[in-house]
């Protein structure tokens, strides 16, 4: 954000054009009515307002608001952008802007406005059962369409629900598809639309899905519609996930429940658990265009012949083992270690290769760090179990790749940022890719990552520990910092122009860098040298501390190019106290404080680091002390002589003294006895 933007939004004024805080303006064209928030159209992690072309009038824009704390889909608003499906809600643009209620920035989306009500307001309302016509022409055939241009463009959209849809309305009817990009990949999405393996996971953690998820989601509209109401009604997320693993998720969401033969085809085929029997966007094309596909029958799950007892149930499935192992950890730790699971598992399932990988995950164990080895055998040994589960330890799961936005809630919230620090440590997400049985390239980067982020989660020093590993794994995610986190930094010069305003606050903290933006720095511009980190450490010296602080900020306004900066140079230059003292000439010092003052004026940390880094002004100051100390030691030597010479003197004089007094005694004894002689002789 440029300084001027910055100044607008500090005294009120941020995108207005007019008086008050009514609307304010996204990337100088789109208007937001702070004041018309749109209650009918809000998600679940964004607020929708009111908002309007400057340059079209006509247009019937929503703006949505997103939550802070919580990054939205940086990654594919650029992709989504040129989509124009009738059936999904177009984005028009998107950006931040400071927003009056909270006088924080935000990230704000821009869509057309859907041209009718929402399909559901809540998952427990009745439909009128639609006509098997009605949902192909309506809703399968436009959502074809709308997954073939998310795919071309390599977009999941992961909110394929009735409360995200909208009827069109009109002779011909129609629904639309809502918005996917104020929250993470799958964040809003209900758990009975999610694949059971999604399902699995916290919302956060459940990481960037593909279109055979959107798919699945798609069978489980078709059902809701075709049957007019939730087929779960009245059952909590455990329980359904717990019946689509006992079951399968065509059985458990479909039941006894009458579903016509026409729907019963797509249903049963896109509700398949296994991703890769699951129906695709070509079948599903092929069903549409009225060719009949032979049914896909579930593979089942390999079962026991004698079930395992586990608290107070019986099991036949590792899944389903796994799936209560998870919320009993006491209990499934004990079963690890006294060799009950093991013996279950080639006896009775009779599966050595599972049996070992199992043993493979308790022997693995001891490698990594964090946490307990406990806690680490028991999430090994769960994705042993079920490897296409998300990674489950200490009453948490994520897939991998949702380890990144789940911390970023975490450390927004506080919550579980202990946990996802040793999840990382203890190498999971590399052992969750050795387990899957179906090798993917796209398994490779992965790997890399977390083996990255495990080594910035090794040091200690500033720019690294577990910030660093947030912003690697959220690459667009703005600093977090408490600093600047109301700011929303994506980019270093914003981050300059944040810190800049903090500095002219009477409430500033005691340093313009904290760890997380240090790590943030780092992660923007890997060009900050090791010798500013170490001098930055906290058992540095104050000197190096604050010569380490106004190199990397020097660099990061280099390259940045954020220009000029005067209250965040006062800011540095008020702290260099300890830079200072070290030249030993007092006019010298004075003379440094007084120009860092006068640069400071320019804005520039460039013309601070010259001052402070001059080399030839530091021999100097060594030289012309050296020549004093020597000075120094030479009037002292001086003065030495000339104080013997004097105690010399002082001794010689005193012993002349002596003599002079012994001979005077002498004679006036002589001179006393010889008076007395010749007194009596008289």
């Known amino acids: 954000m440029p300084p001027s933007d910055l100044s607008n939004f500090l005294d009120g004024s941020a995108g207005q054009t007019g008086g008050g805080d009514s609307k304010v303006v996204v990337n100088k064209r789109y208007e937001i009515f702070c004041d018309q928030p749109l209650a009918d159209l809000h998600a679940p992690t964004a607020a929708a307002y009111t908002a309007t072309d400057k340059r079209d009038a006509r247009t019937d824009l929503v703006a949505y608001v997103c939550r802070p704390g919580l990054p939205p889909r940086s990654d594919i608003l650029g992709a989504l952008k040129g989509v124009e499906a009738p059936a999904l809600m177009r984005l028009r643009d998107y950006g931040a802007v400071g927003w009056p209620a909270d006088r924080a920035h935000r990230a704000v989306v821009l869509f057309d406005r859907p041209p009718g009500r929402r399909l559901m307001n809540t998952l427990g309302d009745r439909l009128e059962a639609v006509l098997d016509e009605t949902i192909t022409r309506n809703v399968i055939q436009p959502a074809l369409l709308v997954f073939k241009e998310l795919k071309a463009r390599r977009v999941f959209h992961g909110c394929i629900n009735p409360l995200n849809m909208y009827m069109k309305g009109g002779a011909n009817g129609g629904i639309v598809f809502g918005e996917c990009a104020t929250a993470p990949d799958g964040y809003n999405q209900p758990l009975i639309f999610e694949t059971i393996e999604r399902g699995m996971a916290m919302p956060a953690g459940r990481g960037p899905g593909t279109v055979a998820d959107d798919l699945y989601a798609l069978g489980v509209l078709i059902l809701f519609l075709a049957l007019g109401r939730n087929p779960a009604s009245g059952m909590t997320d455990e329980q359904i996930l717990q019946a689509k693993l006992d079951r399968g998720s065509y059985a ?45 029958q579930p593979q089942p799950a390999r079962r026991a012949q004698r079930p395992l007892t586990f608290a107070g149930r019986d099991y036949f499935t590792a899944r389903s083992l796994a799936f209560t192992m998870n919320r009993l950890p006491v209990d499934a730790i004990r079963i690890i270690e006294n060799g009950e699971l093991d013996t279950w598992l080639r006896r009775s399932m009779e599966d050595d290769g599972l049996a070992d990988r199992v043993e493979e995950g308790q022997r693995s164990a001891a490698s990594g760090s964090g946490g307990t080895l406990s806690d680490r055998r028991l999430a090994r040994v769960l994705m042993a179990l079920d490897p296409r589960a998300p990674i489950r330890y200490r009453g948490i799961a994520a897939m991998p790749e949702g380890i990144g936005v789940a911390l970023a809630e975490a450390m927004s919230g506080g919550d579980h940022t202990q946990e996802l620090a040793e999840m990382v440590g203890a190498q999971l997400p590399i052992f969750w890719v050795n387990m899957q049985s179906n090798f993917s390239p796209e398994y490779v980067p992965v790997v890399k990552s977390f083996e990255t982020a495990r080594s910035y989660l090794e040091r200690a020093m500033p720019g690294f520990g577990i910030e660093r590993v947030l912003y690697h794994l959220n690459p667009a995610l703005p600093c977090a910092s408490p600093i600047v986190a109301s700011y929303y930094a994506q980019e270093l010069d914003a981050l300059m122009y944040a810190l800049e305003d903090v500095a002219g606050k009477p409430d500033r903290p005691a340093e313009p860098l904290d760890r997380h933006i240090m790590a943030f720095i780092i992660s923007r511009h890997g060009g900050v040298s090791d010798r500013s980190l170490i001098g930055m450490s906290p058992t540095g010296k104050p000197i190096e501390q604050v010569l380490g602080m106004l190199d990397v900020l020097f660099d990061v306004q280099r390259k940045s190019r954020a220009f000029p900066l005067p209250k965040l140079c006062a800011w540095v230059a008020s702290m260099m106290e300890p830079a200072i003292e070290r030249y030993r000439s007092g006019t010298l010092r004075d003379r440094v404080r007084s120009e860092l003052e006068k640069q400071a004026e320019s804005g520039a940390l460039k013309n601070l680091y010259v001052i402070l880094q001059n080399n030839n002004l530091t021999q100097r100051d060594g030289q012309a002390f050296t020549l004093a100390k020597r000075e120094y030691q030479l009037a002292t030597k001086v003065i030495q002589h000339r104080q013997r010479e004097l105690d010399q003197r002082e001794k010689f004089v005193t012993g002349i003294g002596r003599q002079t007094a012994a001979v005077v005694a002498s004679l006036l004894s002589a001179v006393i006895l010889a008076g007395i002689v010749v007194a009596g002789v008289a």
């Open 252 to 296: 458990a969401l479909v039941g006894d429940a009458r579903v016509s033969a026409m729907m019963t085809e797509p249903v049963r085929g896109l509700l398949l658990d296994d991703p890769y029997q699951r129906w695709t966007l070509e079948d599903l094309d092929m069903w549409l265009s009225g060719r009949r596909l032979s049914p896909k």
